[in-house]
C-alpha cells in the first residue's frame, strides 16, 4: 500500500527549515522567498535549489550581507557616542594608580564614589569591555609620540611571578642629552621557557605593538 504524502503545511515547514527560516516563509500553501519577494515552487525540491542559484538571489544575499554589516557598524558608533566621559576619567585613574579594576566591585567603595562624584558608577565588567582598550590605545600612542625619532633603547627582562610563570618584559627609553630619558613598559607577556628563541619573538611582537604599521627610524 502506498505511503500517504506528507500534508502540504507540513512540507513547507520542512523546507523552510532546511533552507533558512530567514530567508523563506510560508503562508498556507504558498513558500515566499524573503530577499527576492518572489514566490517558489514548492512541489519540486529541484526548484528551491534553482532559485537559490540564480543572480538575482546571489544579489540579494549580499544585499542583505551589506545592510547587516552597516547596522553593525552604526550600533559600535552608537556605544561609541554613548560613552561616558567619567567612565573613561575612573578607567584611566585606576590604570594610572595602579589600582585594581575590581576593586570597582567592593560595595562601600561604590557608595563612595556615588556619594561624592553624583555619577553612576560603572561596574568592573563595563570598564573592561568599553574602556580599557581605549586606554591602552591612547597609552601606546603616546608612546609613540613620545620616542619617535629619538635614539632610543629597549631592555628586557625575565622573571618569575608567583604562580611561578616565566613573565618577560620589555622597557623602552629615550637617550636624551641634557637630561634622563622617558622610561615606558611597552610590553609584558608570559613564555612557555626562556631561550634565546622565545626571547627573539618577544623582541620581535615588542617592535610590531610598538610601531604596528612597520615604522622604523634611525
Not at 590605545?137 to 628586557?156: D, G, H, T, Y
Amino acid at each position: 500500500m502506498p505511503k500517504d504524502k506528507q500534508p502540504l503545511s507540513r512540507h513547507l515547514k520542512t523546507l523552510s527549515s532546511e533552507f533558512g527560516e530567514d530567508v523563506f516563509s510560508i503562508d498556507n500553501v504558498v513558500l515566499f522567498c524573503k530577499l527576492c519577494e518572489v514566490k517558489v515552487d514548492p512541489e519540486r525540491r529541484s526548484s528551491i535549489i534553482q532559485h537559490i542559484k540564480t543572480e538575482k538571489h546571489r544579489r540579494s544575499i549580499e544585499r542583505q550581507i551589506n545592510q547587516n554589516t552597516k547596522n553593525n557598524q552604526q550600533l559600535l558608533t552608537n556605544l561609541t557616542l554613548k560613552k561616558s566621559t567619567f567612565s573613561m576619567d575612573l578607567c584611566r585613574d585606576f590604570i594610572s594608580a595602579n589600582i585594581p579594576l575590581n576593586k570597582l566591585q567592593n560595595t562601600e567603595f561604590r557608595k563612595f564614589l556615588q556619594l561624592y562624584t553624583q555619577k553612576d558608577v560603572p561596574t568592573e565588567s563595563t570598564i573592561r569591555k568599553f574602556y580599557l582598550d581605549d586606554c591602552y590605545e591612547e597609552m601606546m600612542a603616546n608612546i609613540r609620540q613620545r620616542v619617535f625619532l629619538k635614539k632610543n633603547w629597549i631592555s628586557i627582562d625575565e622573571t618569575t611571578d608567583a604562580e611561578g610563570r616565566q613573565i618577560a618584559n620589555a622597557i623602552i627609553g629615550t637617550l636624551e642629552e641634557d637630561r634622563a630619558g622617558d622610561i615606558f613598559l611597552l610590553n609584558t607577556d608570559a613564555l612557555e621557557k626562556t631561550n634565546h628563541s622565545t626571547v627573539c619573538k618577544f623582541f620581535d611582537k615588542s617592535l610590531s605593538i610598538l610601531w604596528p604599521d612597520g615604522i622604523k627610524h634611525d
